[in-house]
């Protein structure tokens, strides 16, 4: 079984894991037309964007972003302990602008969580095994990565995306992190994050979005 300290730790990097998926619904408000579509039919951008220049392609996907997405989450901790695989949802709303994140993991259950966050009060909200939480954290948004590299095209659900790389912060913890930027409309299709640390591997990936389905979150 993981370890006390590999759950504690897994509960740090699941606040900051939702700062990549954030970014592509807490991103703008806007392009309300699209409903409850996962990758299909999405509208043309009416600017064109060159890719290489990831600070101006992460502006203009956080300008035209959609007003919620629900994406598929898995995750992989490893230790010297063992290893734990999780799965779930994570939610994100433009307005108020916040994230929800259920997990689940059926062979370690403490890793288990339901999460909560608030970007304009930065304030986070935990539950596990039946006891809540709360405290503050800055996490970064994902158009606010750090050293951003554009790595060229790839095809994810038979479209076409911009994928970068870079780092986000949550607090003092930095995260390799990894975007996938749909090129019909900029909405982000698909993170992964990596953080190691002490022995502790957790990855993490957002996939099979569900974007402008009217989803919304509580206060946490």
Known sequence: MLSIRVKHLACLL????????????VSQGGEGSQTATPSGAPPT?????????????????????????TYTLSEMVQSPQGSAVGSG????????????LDVQFSSVPSLSRHQIYD?????????????????TSNIEPYYELH???YLGKETVNGETTY????????????????????????YVVKTTQHVQAQG?????????P???????IPAP
């Open 14 to 25: 699941f606040g900051l894991f939702l700062l990549a998926s954030c970014a592509s619904s």
């Open 45 to 69: 951008p009416t600017a064109t964007v060159d890719p290489s220049n990831v600070s101006q392609l992460l502006a203009l996907s956080h300008e035209r972003g959609p007003q919620d997405v």
């Open 89 to 100: 949802k994570a939610v994100f709303t433009r307005s108020p602008h916040r994230f929800l």
């Open 119 to 135: 970007y304009t009060t930065k304030k986070i909200t935990t539950t596990r095994n039946g006891a809540t939480q709360s405290n």
């Open 147 to 149: 050293n951003g590299k």
């Open 163 to 186: 994928h970068v790389s870079g780092i986000l912060h949550q607090d003092n913890l930095a995260v390799p992190t990894e975007l996938w930027i749909r090129a019909s409309d900029l």
């Open 200 to 208: 502790i591997t957790d990855d993490i990936a957002y996939t099979d």
């Open 210 to 216: 569900v974007f402008n389905a009217g989803a919304t």
